[in-house]
């Protein structure tokens, strides 16, 4: 059983950076194809950056430039840097681990920004 725990949410102020990690069970990191998703309230949620297992990325058009996900394999740790937060990046934020058809999600940390 997979499970993923995400750490590191909390309030900031417009401008400021938070580094969100993602710490999972089992040597997945490697594997899988790990995300970051975040829903704010009355919103879809969303994937904010994905890192596939080849190491390559991609982002949200939204955090282009702002937000940077990387992973350590050996530590089975998966990261979201956050830099030059704004308030519309208030959500909770979701790791996402994804293979073929397998898919698992942690519980969220929440992050506020405000203005």
């Known amino acids: 059983q997979v499970q993923l725990v995400e750490s590191g949410g909390g309030l900031v102020q417009a401008g400021g950076s938070l580094r969100l990690s993602c710490a999972a069970s089992g040597s997945i990191v490697g594997l899988y194809h790990m995300g970051w998703y975040r829903q704010a309230p009355g919103k879809q949620r969303e994937l904010v950056a994905r890192i596939f297992n080849d190491g390559s990325t991609i982002y949200a058009d939204s955090v282009k430039g702002r937000f940077t996900i990387s992973k350590d394999n050996g530590k089975n740790t998966v990261y979201l840097q956050m830099n030059g937060l704004k308030p519309e990046d208030s959500a909770v934020y979701y790791c996402?681990?994804?293979?073929?058809?397998?898919?698992?999600w942690g519980r969220g940390t929440p992050v506020t920004v405000s203005s």
């Open positions: 996402n681990a994804l293979r073929f058809a397998d898919a698992y």
